[in-house]
C-alpha cells in the first residue's frame, strides 16, 4: 500500500491514522476458535525489518529521528564504541569498531561483520531510559542513554529469515508497539493484565531517584557525553519512586531467582530477598477462566526449573529459564498447590504436542526459554528467528489451523532505535515499535496493516473474541486487530 504523506507525518508525530472500533467483533470473528499469541523478545521493528516492501523502514524515516544527539541535545559527530561491560573508567569493546557514522547500519556487514547467528551483546532497556531515548517521539537519543554505544543503531537483513516469510504471505503489522516502556518483565505483565503493579512496601533501596524533569537522575561522577562512556545514575531502581514495579522483579513462588527460604516451603522465594509480593488483580487469564474458556501459558524450561533451580538464568546450558517471562507466576490464583496452576501454567515440550493432536485451548500463550527467545547476549538472532518458524509451521499442521489466528509479536524493543514515534498513550506507555506478523487462514495475505496497535491490543482482541469485560489498562483507543482480518478474501 502506498503511503500518503499525512500519514507519514501522522506516524512520525505520533498520531493515530485508524483507530480501534469499541464496537464487538463482527459475527464472522466467530470462525476463529484458537488464539496463540508467540512472545518473543528484544527487538525492534527496524532492527529486523529495515525495508520490508510497503511498511514504514529507514528509508522512510525522517532525518530527525536517525541522526542520534548526544546527551547536551547537541548532533555527535559519530556513534561512540561498544563499552566493554564493567570497565571503569570506560574502555571499548576490542569486538567492536571503534566508532561508527551517525546513521543506522547493517550488523553483518563491515565493519560489524556480525552475522545473525553470532551473539552480540544486549543493550540496557529499562523503563526510564526506553522513555529517555524515544525524547518526546523524536528517537533521537537511543545512543545518549544506552550502555553499548553503536550497537544500537545496528539492524539485520530481513531476506530469507521466517520473520520476512510470514510477513510476506500473511499481514505484517508496522505500527505495533510495546505496551510499556522498558524491559521484559513489566510488558509481560501488560501482555497479561495492562497493568503495572504497585507495592506500596518496595524498598527504598529498589525505587529509582529521579530528576526535576522526571527522569532518572545523573550520578555526580557520570560521563557528560556518549563518547566518554554510558550514563551513571542516582539510582536506577526495579520499582518507580512511588512503588510501581518498572524494571525486573522476582515472584514471590519458584521458580524465582530468589532461593527458597531455609528450612521453609520450597515452592516459596524466601520473603527476606523481597520478591514482589503475590499479586491479585484480574488477567486476562482470570476473565477467561470466569467465562469458562479455557487456555494455557506454555513455557520452555518450566518442568526443568522447578526441579532444578540451576537452569535459573543459566545462559550457558541447554536450559535458560527466565523467571521474569513469566507473569502468572506472581499472581496468588497461580500460586503452587492450585488447581488454576496445574491446568493453565505449563511446559513448553506440552504445547507441541497438544498442537499436532489438535488439542491446544481457546487461548495459547508460547514463551520461548533464553536459548531460542532471540534476546541479545543469550540467544542469537537466527535462533530465536528458527523458533518462530517452528511453532509457526507446527500450528500450520495443526488440525486447528483452519480456525486458527497466530499473533508473532515481540515483547520490547531491546534497547534498539527505532525511528516511529510511539501514538500517545499514558504514563505507562506504549514504548517503542517492535515487529509483529499475524497469521491465520483468515487474515490478509501479503499486506501490510498501518493501523497502530500496542501489546494491549492483543487483550483486546481476546476479550471481543471471547466477550470478556476489558482490563482497565487496555488502551481502547488503539487497533484491535480486525483491520488484519479479511474473512471470504
Known sequence: MKRTVAASL???????????????LPPEFDRI??????????????HLLPDHPGAFGIADAAKDTIV??????????????????????????????????????????????LPSDILTVTPVHRFYQNRMQINGGRNDMFVAWTDVGSLVMGHYSSEGTWLQKLAAEFTLADRF?????????????????????????????????????????LAPDSPGSALAGPPRFVSD???????????????????SAVPPPLGGDQRLADPGYHPLPPQTGETIGSLLSARGIDWAWYAEGWDVALADRGAIYNTRGAVNFQPHHQPFNYYAAYAPGTLAREQHLKDMKQFWIAAEAGALPAVVFVKPDGTSNQHPGESTMAAGDLMIGTIVSTLRRSPQWDQMAVIVTHDENGGFWDPVAPPA?????????????????????????????????????????????????????????????????
Open 68 to 113: 542520534q544527539r548526544d546527551r547536551d541535545g547537541s548532533v555527535l559527530a559519530s556513534l561512540p564504541p561498544v563499552w566493554a561491560e564493567g570497565s571503569n573508567p570506560p574502555a571499548a569493546d576490542p569486538a567492536y569498531p571503534d566508532a561508527m557514522p551517525n546513521a543506522p547500519f547493517d550488523i553483518a556487514a563491515p565493519p560489524y561483520d
Open 237 to 255: 531502581g526495579s520499582y518507580s519512586p512511588d512503588g510501581h514495579v518498572v524494571n525486573t522483579v522476582q515472584p514471590a513462588y519458584q521458580p
Open 425 to 489: 498513550g499514558d504514563d505507562w506507555g506504549p514504548g517503542s515499535r517492535i515487529p509483529t506478523v499475524i497469521a491465520s487462514p483468515f487474515v490478509r495475505k501479503g499486506f501490510v496493516d498501518h493501523t497502530a496497535y500496542d501489546t494491549t491490543s492483543i487483550l483486546q482482541f481476546i476479550a471481543k473474541r471471547f466477550d470478556l469485560p476489558m482490563l482497565p489498562g487496555i488502551r481502547t483507543g488503539l487497533g484491535d486487530l480486525r483491520n488484519a482480518f479479511a474473512f471470504g478474501d
Open 177 to 217: 508497539f510495546m505496551g510499556a516502556y522498558g524491559g521484559s518483565n513489566l510488558n509481560h505483565f501488560w501482555l497479561v493484565c495492562a497493568c503495572s503493579p504497585h507495592w506500596q512496601d518496595a524498598p527504598e533501596r529498589d525505587r529509582s531517584v529521579l530528576d526535576e524533569a522526571g527522569n532518572l537522575k
Open 33 to 46: 476458535k484458537t488464539i496463540v499469541v508467540v512472545y518473543s523478545e528484544n527487538r525492534s521493528f527496524a
Open 10 to 24: 501522522a506516524i512520525l508525530a505520533g498520531l493515530s491514522v485508524a483507530h480501534g472500533d469499541d464496537a464487538p
